[in-house]
């Protein structure tokens, strides 16, 4: 168990460097789309707002990778493939149990969720400051402020 522990702890510190590498990427990028924009709109605020949240779920794909590829370095799975699905279900916390790892590994599952539910609600926030700004911007800018 303190194996286990051990490694979906160092596993969810691995996936929060990507996860905080990600936001600084989306916030430059969404920083410097919004110095280029003359006069910001509601399209323009919707194009940034798609922008953001590929960026942010690229984010959270490539957390499901890093815990896929744990599961096949301990060999839980053969293939990335079947890693890669069963990673998403967990950190989606759907818990659908149609594939799942040994009783040797299992802990991991349960750890992986609890990163995929704190990492997706990271990106939520994310998505929604953007948002919040966005549509500052077009208000003020549709008063011609």
């Avoid at 194996?3 to 920083?31: A, E």
């Avoid at 896929?68 to 079947?82: H, S």
């Avoid at 279900?89 to 149990?97: C, D, I, Q, R």
Wanted: glycine share 8%.
């Amino acid at each position: 168990m303190l194996t286990n522990l051990v490694l979906g702890l160092g596993t969810i510190m691995v996936c929060l460097f990507l996860q905080l590498t990600v936001l600084i990427w989306v916030f430059r990028f969404y920083r410097r789309r919004n110095q280029r924009l003359k006069s910001p709109s509601i399209w323009s605020g919707i194009a940034s707002m798609q922008a953001v949240m590929m960026l942010l779920l690229a984010g959270n794909i490539m957390q499901i990778a890093v815990w896929a590829e744990l599961y096949v370095f301990l060999g839980e799975f053969q293939d990335f493939e079947k890693a890669f699905y069963h990673s998403s279900v967990n950190f989606a916390t759907l818990g659908y149990g149609d594939v799942v790892m040994s009783a040797k590994h299992k802990l991991l599952g349960p750890l992986e969720a609890v990163n995929g539910a704190l990492m997706i609600g990271v990106s939520t926030g994310a998505l929604m400051a953007a948002f919040q700004d966005a549509s500052k911007r077009a208000i003020q800018s549709a008063r011609g402020s």
